[in-house]
C-alpha cells in the first residue's frame, strides 16, 4: 500500500510547476534501444564522495528551521531527560576548547557591546589570531543561550576572519535562528567565505532560505552571498525587494547593483545591465564555476538523495527540487549522471528539476535525450519536455525520430507538447498529430500548444472553442492554454493585433480575485469565453 501512496503523489508532483554533454552543447541525434538500462548511480556517487543519504524523514528540528515563512512555529517535541540535560550544555564547555582563548572572545565581544567605537580594534585582534580563535567563534556562533547582540558581534568577527568552522556555524544561524537581525548578519558574514578551499555547502543552505525567509533584510543578505558565492538566483528577489518601497529596498538596490559592477568589471552600471544579467544567468550564460567543490558536490547529490523512493517525504522532495533548479550550470552534469541511477523517483524528480533549469541545465541535453527512452513511460514523457527546456534549439530532431517509433501513447503526448517549445517548431508534424484521425483530446490540446505561437490559430482555435464548453476531456486545460496564448501577444505585434484586442474582453470574463468558481459557474465562464472566440473567429478578414 505504502509504494501505491507514493505513486500517486508522485503523479500529482509531476504535475505541478523548471550524463555528459556534447562538447558543442547539441544533443546528439543516435537512438538508443528500449529500455535503457539502469545502476545504482545514487549510493556509488554519495560513497565516493564519503558521504550517506539522509537517514528517516525532516526532524522537528529541520521544519523549525523554516519559522522564517512558516506560519506559526512547529516545536520539538522534549526529548528524554538525558537529552534535554546534554542540550542544555554550553557549546563553550566542550573539553577541546582553551579556555584563555574562550575568556578573550568575550572579553572582546564584550568591549564591543560597552562601546562600538571598539569594534575596529577588537577585530583587528580577533583577525591576528584568526586560526586560533576560529574554533571558540564558531562555538560561540553555535550556543543557544547567546543573545542576538552577541550573535551580531560574533557574526562580524567571523566576516573578518573568514574559516570553515564559522562558516558551518553561520550557516546554521542562517536557517534556524529566531531572531531575523541574526539571519541577516550570518548570511552578511558568509560572503567572504566564498574564497575559502571547500567552500559551497552554503550555497544549498542560502538556496533554501530564498524559499523560506520572511525577513526582507535577511532575505538580501541570502541573495547577495549567493551570488558572492557564484550563484545569481537570488538576483530576481534583490531586485524585486528594490522595486518593492520598503526599509529594505535601499539595501536590496545597493547589492543588486554591487553584483552587477563585479560582474561587467564597470563601475557605471544601469538598470538594463542588471536585466541582461539576470537574463545571461538564466540562460546559462553567466557562471563562475565548471566545477563544483567536492563539499557542495556532496550537498546536491544528498539532496538527489531526499528524491528517492527510500526516503519519500513530501518537504524534503519539494526543498531539494527547488534547490537543485536553482543551481548553476555546473549542476547538469551531475543531474545528467543522476538519470542512470534505477530508482525511478530520482530520475522523474532530476527529470523535471532540468526542466525547471531551462538552459542553465544544457550540459545535461544528451542524458535527457538518452532518458527519451527510458523503461518508465512517466519519466520518458517528462525528459521530452525537460530536452526542449534546456536546449530548445537542438532538441528538434530527437524528439522527432523518437515520434517516429510509435512510443507508448503518454510518451507521444510529451513528445508533441516539447516540439511546441523548441525554437524551429516542426508545424508539419504538430497539424499531423492534431489533424489525425481519431486523434485524443490530450494529444490535440499538446499539439495546440505549439501551433498557437507558430501563426496556426486559425487550424485549432475552433476545435479549443469547442473543448471549452465539453463536460468531459480537459476543457480547463483548453481554457488556459488560450489564457497563455492571449496573454503572450505584443500588442504592436500586426499579425495578431485582432487577438491583442480581444484579450480585454476574455480577462473580463475571468474570475474575481480570490474567488472561487463553482463547477457551474466555471463552465458557464468557459462557454462565454467559447462565444467570444467564436464571435472572433467569424469576424477575421477573409472569412
Not at 519 to 540: D, H, I, S, Y
Request: proline content about 6%.
Amino acid at each position: 500500500m505504502r509504494s501505491l501512496a507514493a505513486l500517486a503523489i508522485l503523479s500529482l508532483l509531476g504535475s505541478c510547476s523548471p550524463g555528459e554533454a556534447d562538447p558543442t552543447g547539441e544533443a546528439s541525434s543516435a537512438a538508443e534501444p528500449s529500455p535503457r538500462p539502469t545502476r545504482d548511480v545514487l549510493d556509488a556517487t554519495l560513497s565516493e564522495l564519503g558521504v550517506s543519504r539522509r537517514e528517516g524523514v525532516l526532524s522537528a528540528r529541520e521544519l523549525r528551521g523554516n519559522r522564517g515563512l512558516m506560519p506559526g512555529e512547529i516545536e520539538e517535541a522534549p526529548g528524554p531527560p538525558a537529552q534535554a540535560e546534554e542540550d542544555a550544555v554550553s557549546a563553550d564547555q566542550a573539553p577541546s576548547l582553551d579556555p584563555g582563548l574562550v575568556e578573550l572572545r568575550d572579553g572582546l565581544v564584550g568591549m564591543v557591546l560597552s562601546d562600538g567605537r571598539y569594534l575596529e580594534t577588537a577585530t583587528a585582534d580577533v583577525v591576528a589570531s584568526r586560526d586560533e580563535l576560529a574554533p571558540v567563534l564558531a562555538a560561540g556562533l553555535r550556543d543557544p543561550a547567546r543573545a542576538p547582540e552577541d550573535l551580531r558581534v560574533l557574526a562580524q568577527f567571523a566576516q573578518a576572519a573568514p574559516s570553515a568552522p564559522t562558516s558551518a556555524a553561520l550557516t546554521e544561524l542562517t536557517a534556524d535562528h529566531d531572531d531575523p537581525s541574526v539571519r541577516a548578519y550570518a548570511s552578511w558574514a558568509l560572503v567572504p567565505a566564498a574564497e575559502l578551499e571547500g567552500s559551497g555547502p552554503e550555497v544549498t543552505a542560502l538556496l533554501r532560505r530564498l524559499k523560506y525567509e520572511q525577513d526582507s533584510l535577511a532575505l538580501v543578505w541570502a541573495a547577495r552571498t549567493l551570488a558572492a558565492h557564484g550563484n545569481l538566483s537570488g538576483l530576481r528577489t534583490l531586485a524585486a525587494i528594490a522595486s518593492a518601497g520598503t526599509e529594505a529596498s535601499g539595501s536590496a538596490n545597493q547589492q543588486l547593483y554591487d553584483v552587477v559592477r563585479v560582474a561587467t568589471g564597470r563601475e557605471d552600471v544601469t538598470a538594463e545591465d542588471a536585466d541582461r544579467l539576470m537574463a545571461d544567468w538564466a540562460a546559462g550564460k553567466q557562471s563562475r564555476d565548471t566545477v563544483a567543490p567536492a563539499a557542495l558536490r556532496a550537498e546536491v547529490w544528498r539532496l538527489i538523495s531526499d528524491l528517492s523512493g527510500e526516503h519519500f517525504q513530501l518537504r524534503g522532495v519539494d526543498d531539494a527540487r527547488f534547490i537543485l533548479s536553482r543551481l548553476g550550470p555546473w549542476a547538469a552534469v551531475e543531474l545528467g549522471a543522476a538519470l542512470e541511477d534505477d530508482d525511478e523517483y530520482v530520475r522523474l524528480h532530476v527529470v523535471q528539476v532540468l526542466e525547471r533549469m531551462g538552459p542553465r541545465g544544457g550540459g545535461a541535453a544528451a542524458s535527457l535525450q538518452r532518458a527519451l527512452y527510458d523503461a518508465s513511460d512517466g519519466v520518458a514523457g517528462a525528459a521530452a519536455e525537460a530536452l526542449a527546456s534546456v536546449a530548445p534549439g537542438s532538441a528538434g530532431a530527437p524528439l522527432i525520430a523518437r515520434l517516429g517509433e510509435t512510443p507508448p501513447h503518454e510518451v507521444r503526448v510529451a513528445l508533441v507538447r516539447g516540439l511546441g517549445r523548441t525554437h524551429a517548431v516542426p508545424v508539419e508534424v504538430l497539424l499531423e498529430a492534431f489533424n489525425g484521425a481519431g486523434a485524443p483530446a490530450d494529444l490535440r490540446l499538446a499539439a495546440a500548444e505549439g501551433l498557437l505561437p507558430a501563426g496556426e490559430e486559425a487550424a485549432c482555435l475552433p476545435w479549443l472553442a469547442d473543448a471549452m464548453t465539453r463536460r468531459f476531456g480537459d476543457p480547463a486545460g483548453a481554457e488556459a492554454l488560450v489564457g497563455r496564448w492571449l496573454s503572450g501577444i505584443a500588442k504592436d505585434d500586426p499579425d495578431r493585433a485582432h487577438w491583442a484586442l480581444l484579450r480585454p474582453e476574455w480577462e473580463a470574463l475571468g474570475p474575481q480575485q480570490a474567488i472561487i468558481h463553482t463547477a457551474e459557474q466555471a463552465q458557464q465562464r468557459r462557454a462565454q469565453r467559447a462565444a467570444l472566440l467564436t464571435e472572433q473567429l467569424r469576424n477575421l478578414p477573409g472569412q
